[in-house]
């Protein structure tokens, strides 16, 4: 497949990740060309979205001059950032990097991600820095929209809990009846190739996105029927994660004493096109049997 119409290219940050991937499938299907933006264009990643139709561009948020070669030309942005590479402060000066570069080249319309209630002053540091970069995108002038993608349904899909579901466990540091709003990438990416293929629709706009809400014991109800055995939930003390995250340990008391607000049952009559997923439907769409062999 070939695209011969730069004018509506949107380049895509993060191509080759969860999100940016999902967001460049879901335009590519929609018969919009893509510039996948990536720091290694022969990963496997990168070959795979070059095979559907994409142009895959080298761009490294750390070095601006490459940015603003990879960003000319494009109509719209997809623009996500992420702290776990190295810490919040880089996420920040990488983010204003790319929305600064996306600026300066006349990018139309940037669609950013960020992360549910990080505009409410949570206190986790991964959700802050998301709002700090909300904030700058505001400040430049260009039409934007925010979409903000509640907890990742793909997380269930990671060893930590896949070590657990092999002893019939399911363990969070939250109590077992407190909701939790879940997406998965596929979902982030079906919604923004709406607002970037309708900005008029969206444009200005602040939406937190969720496609379902469980509490961890109906989780672990989900998974244990995916997985063929009984599945029991376990509230880990948040020490536990501290150890290893103080930033997520954060977060899940916040979760457990906040939670996330979104209207999942809005979002799905407004936007039926998304072709939301349930957290059942998303379970029933993988193999759990060969997770857990």
Not at 9 to 34: F, I, N
Not at 170 to 198: K, N, T, Y
């Amino acid at each position: 497949m070939t695209h011969t119409i730069p004018s509506s290219t949107v380049a895509v940050a993060g191509a080759t990740g969860a999100q940016g991937g999902a967001t460049a499938r879901a335009l590519l299907a929609r018969g919009r060309p893509v510039r996948a933006l990536t720091r290694n264009p022969d990963s496997a990643a990168a070959r795979q979205l070059r095979a559907i139709g994409a142009q895959v561009t080298y761009a490294d948020f750390a070095h601006p001059d490459s940015l603003r070669g990879a960003l000319a030309g494009s109509s719209a942005l997809f623009a996500m950032t992420t702290p776990f590479e190295a810490d919040v402060e880089q996420e920040v000066r990488e983010g204003v990097a790319l929305l600064n570069a996306a600026a300066s080249a006349g990018v139309g319309h940037i669609v950013f991600t960020s992360a549910t209630n990080a505009d409410r002053a949570t206190g986790i540091p991964h959700f802050d820095s998301k709002h700090r970069l909300e904030r700058h995108l505001v400040s430049l002038g260009v039409p934007w929209t925010v979409i903000a993608p509640a907890a990742f349904m793909d997380q269930y899909r990671e060893s930590w809990t896949l070590d657990a579901l092999r002893r019939g466990e399911f363990c969070r540091p939250m109590p077992g009846e407190r909701p939790v709003a879940l997406i998965p990438a596929v979902d982030i990416g079906s919604f923004a190739a709406l607002a970037l293929s309708e900005p008029e629709r969206f444009t200005g706009r602040r939406i937190d996105i969720a496609a379902d809400e469980l509490t961890g014991r109906q989780i672990a109800a989900v998974l244990g029927a995916a997985c063929g055995r009984p599945v029991r939930y376990i509230e880990l003390p948040n020490e536990y994660v501290e150890r290893y995250s103080a930033a997520l340990a954060t977060m899940f008391r916040y979760f457990a004493a906040v939670g996330m607000d979104v209207d999942v049952s809005g979002l799905r009559r407004e936007y039926p096109e998304v072709g939301w997923h349930s957290f059942a439907d998303w379970v029933g769409e993988h193999a759990w049997d060969l997770a857990l062999a």
